[in-house]
DNA sequence: CGGGTAGTACTACGTCGTGTAGAGGTGGGT
DNA sequence: ACCCACCTCTACACGACGTAGTACTACCCG
């Protein structure tokens, strides 16, 4: 995959959070505090939207961006990368388990025994 | 924290893969097939220690290089900054148990317990 | 004692990703 | 006929990284 530049972020942050798609000039409506150019936004659309990160339909003359994969897939997909870069993932993992919170530990346990019972 | 580049990699990988500290020299051995510079070698060692990856010593004119913590825990930590991303981590969390291959699944249940009986 | 050798520090340069944005084209509404 | 909203293309600065040269120093060998 790839990691995200800040804007790239900050963008994708803002789609996940909206359901449904949304135009550039919407997307920089959202971020106004950054005043960025309308063409900033677009091209950091444009960015994501090559990269595989968004998917865009027409709307007019507008096009309208939505995410490909929701921000816990793409979180999961990050970490999974990340246990890809070791040769040894079972020592990794064990030590991410032991890394957790006791509150995600538990989360975790949850949802391996959710998954166990399927 | 911060990503590392494909050199960086590589020369992590030979640390890690590395009882005991080595030289840039010693380092550079290990990395014959790339054919690089001693120099090149020697910059990418300063510039992972400047980033806090590696800690040196003198030994005698020469540093010796040695990662300040395990590739386990440099990949547990990676994979909570991508946890980190998130606003939900508890979404991303059960996201990731998910996808975990099964027999992954099993080592992470039986860390997570080991956890609980201490 | 003088030179090669190993090692260091400092500097440099090209490339790529990213943040940021302007210029110019084009189609629709008034 | 014109302006506006949008798009596409192009650009540029900056920082990270791969890569390496230069210059200086301390030591061992003969």
């Known amino acids: 995959m790839k990691g995200l530049g800040e804007l790239e972020r900050s963008i994708m942050d803002i789609l996940w ?3 449904g798609p949304l135009t550039a ?3 920089g409506r959202l971020m106004a505090d950054r005043d960025l150019a309308p063409t900033t936004v677009m091209t950091v659309l444009d960015r994501l939207t090559r990269k595989g990160f968004l998917n865009r339909t027409r ?3 507008a096009w309208r961006y939505e995410p490909g994969a929701s921000r816990d897939a793409y ?3 990050l970490m999974l990368e990340a246990l890809d870069m070791t040769g ?3 020592a990794a993992l064990t030590r991410f388990a032991q890394t ?3 509150t995600e530990a ?3 346990r949850k949802a391996l025994t959710e998954l166990e019972e399927e």
Chains 1, 2 share one sequence.
């Open 17 to 19: 959070a909206h359901d």
């Open 25 to 27: 000039r919407e997307v």
């Open 59 to 61: 709307d007019g003359r």
């Open 75 to 77: 979180v999961a997909e």
């Open 88 to 90: 040894d993932r079972s």
């Open 100 to 102: 957790v919170s006791g």
């Open 106 to 108: 538990e989360i975790l």
